[in-house]
């Protein structure tokens, strides 16, 4: 069992940067792979980024490539996504998730755990 608690969303204007966070609990953090997905108003919650247990591996939507980057340290039981160069599109919940199976995933039901999310707004 792992808690996922994320931080850093807000509003930001376009072109602009964030920063989120999500900090898990639990012991066995560094056997996880995990990933970030977003939700934005009427839609489907989608896929946005992901990272293995080692950090070594990511995967990103084509839509968040070159501008978001998933980082991780395992000593700290935490996992980032710097996103730059945000535009309006990327108004969403962001939410954290946390995958028991081994291997990298962007398909939601890969993912048991997640986080209560963090509202990104990104004006124009």
């Known amino acids: 069992q792992v808690q996922l608690v994320e931080s850093g969303g807000g509003l930001v204007q376009a072109g602009g940067s964030l920063r989120l966070s999500c900090t898990a609990s639990?012991?066995?953090?560094?056997?996880?792979?995990m990933g970030w997905f977003r939700q934005a108003p009427g839609k489907e919650r989608e896929f946005v980024a992901a990272?293995?247990?080692?950090?070594?591996?990511?995967y990103y939507v084509d839509s968040v490539k070159a501008r978001f980057s998933i980082s991780r340290d395992n000593a700290k039981n935490t996992v980032h996504l710097q996103m730059n160069s945000l535009k309006p599109e990327d108004t969403a919940v962001y939410y954290c998730?946390?995958?028991?199976?081994?291997?990298?995933?962007?398909?939601?039901?890969?993912?048991?755990?997640w986080g209560q999310g963090t509202q990104v707004t990104v004006s124009s």
């Open positions: 639990g012991r066995t953090f560094s056997s996880y792979a």
């Open positions: 990272i293995n247990w080692s950090g070594a591996t990511t």
């Open positions: 998730a946390a995958s028991s199976y081994s291997g990298i995933y962007a398909s939601k039901n890969r993912y048991p755990y």
